[in-house]
């Protein structure tokens, strides 16, 4: 049974740091391409960034390019996100989400970790 | 705003069919699958509909998903209470090397 759980969240002043991390189980990792999405409170459903099995490629939204950072360590099955220079616009429910065929879809989805950027 | 256009809501009654649009340009729909997402209040995102029209194991084929050049359309028959839910499509855009998400769409049933 594929299972993915995510952690990190919380809350950060406006111009912090904070890192996720997502642990999934249940299928071999280093095999899928992997991505964030979030969703603000009330709104939908934004796609932040993905990266491909081996690590080697990375993608990212618009909105966070150059800000947040995507990695993954294949040994450990874990996929992390970095995100700096943090702002309010930024406050949402992180889901970590395991793709397939590149990321043409996402199949199984986590829980979701909240992240609050408030002073 | 959001790259992928799906009406705000659509509503009918138990029983009854929606449809719903998800309007996009020739580097997402146009030239990639397209995905449907339900979440149900309160939970995550749960995939629905994958590339353009084939259901994941589980998923009744009471949903239904089609593509014609950069549109694509979700259906859903025999409404339920139970299908009360946002629902999102997705794609991959090239021009953009990011997947995009509908801005959703509110199903109510009457």
């Known amino acids: 049974e594929v299972q993915v759980l995510e952690s990190g969240g919380g809350l950060v002043q406006p111009g912090g740091s904070l890192r996720l991390s997502c642990a999934p189980s249940?299928?071999?990792?280093?095999?899928?391409?992997m991505s964030w999405v979030r969703q603000a409170p009330g709104k939908g459903l934004e796609w932040v960034s993905g990266?491909?099995?081996?690590?080697?490629?990375?993608y990212y939204a618009g909105s966070v390019k150059g800000r947040f950072s995507i990695s993954r360590d294949n040994s450990k099955n874990t996929l992390y996100l970095q995100m700096n220079s943090l702002r309010a616009e930024d406050t949402a429910l992180y889901y970590c989400?395991?793709?397939?065929?590149?990321?043409?879809?996402?199949?199984?989805w986590g829980q979701g970790t909240l992240v609050t950027v408030s002073s | 705003q959001s790259v992928l256009t799906q009406p705000p809501s659509v509503s009918a009654a138990p029983g009854q069919k929606v449809t719903i649009s998800c309007s996009g340009r020739?580097?997402?729909?146009?030239?990639?699958?397209v995905s449907w997402y339900q979440q149900l209040p309160g939970t995550a995102p749960k995939l629905l509909i994958f590339?353009?029209?084939k259901r994941p194991s589980g998923i009744p084929d009471r949903f239904s998903g089609s593509k014609s050049g950069t549109s694509a359309t979700l259906g859903i028959t025999g409404l339920q209470t139970g299908d009360e839910a946002d629902y999102y499509c997705?794609?991959?855009?090239?021009?953009?090397?990011?997947?995009?998400f509908g801005n959703g769409t509110k199903v109510t049933v009457l």
């Open positions: 989400a395991k793709a397939y065929i590149g990321i043409s879809y996402f199949d199984y």
């Open positions: 249940g299928f071999t990792f280093s095999n899928y391409a």
């Open positions: 990266i491909s099995g081996s690590g080697g490629s990375t």
């Open positions: 020739s580097s997402n729909i146009g030239n990639n699958y």
């Open positions: 590339d353009n029209n």
């Open positions: 997705g794609a991959w855009d090239s021009s953009l090397s990011a997947y995009v």
